[in-house]
């Protein structure tokens, strides 16, 4: 069972790129978010979905973007880098609805932008 | 807007002495309180959860916690410390109780003497 799985885990960018950090489950989760952590901050949440096709900001949503066109995938795009987004980001997910559920992280994407 | 205030930056114990890691929420219900464990350039690890019910959860690796609705706080316990709880640990809130919206405290990393 691989859980949750994010893809790249690490990754440079110069600013200006765009990129997509990947996350996909296995466990059917309605449930998917993405954070950042950054130090002394502790982990922040970007973007969030409760099931395909629905998505909403978080409480530091600007420079990026998602989508959830399946349950299993959750895709988060850096649009034009800068160097404020270097940060380690992870993906979530959980059952969603009926309260009392485990919340997966994956292993993080370690994001650094020159 | 909901807060979680983890007072203690850095905490430093012997190994074999005693742990007490401090959480304070600032919400007007009961919210839905995680204790997470991070190593270094690892994910989180889920350490206990409280959703209801008895006010000391007990979780793995000889982890509890107790959550006091008078004092707004959750404070991670461990009898006896090993050097191998040396980590960054996060206390964490969640409102829905779906999963996808916690918010964290900004950590407490944890060293251990030998």
């Known amino acids: 069972n691989a859980g949750v799985t994010q893809t790249p885990k690490f990754q440079v960018l110069k600013t200006g790129q765009s990129m997509t950090l990947q996350c996909a489950q296995d466990?059917?989760?309605?449930?998917m978010s993405w954070y950042r952590q950054d130090p002394g901050m502790g982990l922040r949440l970007i973007h969030y979905?409760?099931?395909?096709?629905?998505?909403d900001q978080g409480e530091v949503p600007n420079g990026y973007n998602v989508s959830r066109s399946t349950t299993e995938d959750f895709p988060l795009r850096l649009l034009s880098a800068a160097p404020s987004q270097t940060s380690v980001y992870f993906c979530?997910?959980?059952?969603?609805?009926?309260?009392?559920?485990?919340?997966?992280f994956g292993e993080g994407s370690w994001l650094t932008v020159v | 807007a909901q807060s979680v205030t983890q007072p203690d930056i850095h905490i430093t114990v012997s190994e074999g002495a005693s742990l007490e890691l401090r959480c304070n929420y600032s919400y007007g219900a009961t919210p839905y309180l995680f204790w997470y464990v991070q190593s270094p350039g690892q994910g989180l690890q889920l350490l206990l959860k409280y959703f209801s019910g008895d006010t000391l959860v007990q979780g793995i690796k000889g982890f509890e916690a107790e959550f006091k609705r008078s004092q707004s706080s959750f404070n991670l316990r461990k009898p006896s410390v090993h050097w191998s709880d040396a980590a960054e640990y996060f206390c964490?809130?969640?409102?829905?109780?779906?999963?996808?919206?916690?918010?964290f405290g900004t950590g407490t990393q944890l060293k251990v003497e030998l």
């Open positions: 979530a997910s959980s059952l969603g609805g009926a309260r009392g559920n485990t919340i997966y």
């Open positions: 964490a809130v969640d409102l829905t109780g779906g999963g996808n919206k916690l918010t």
């Open positions: 466990m059917n989760h309605e449930y």
């Open positions: 979905s409760v099931g395909a096709g629905i998505t």
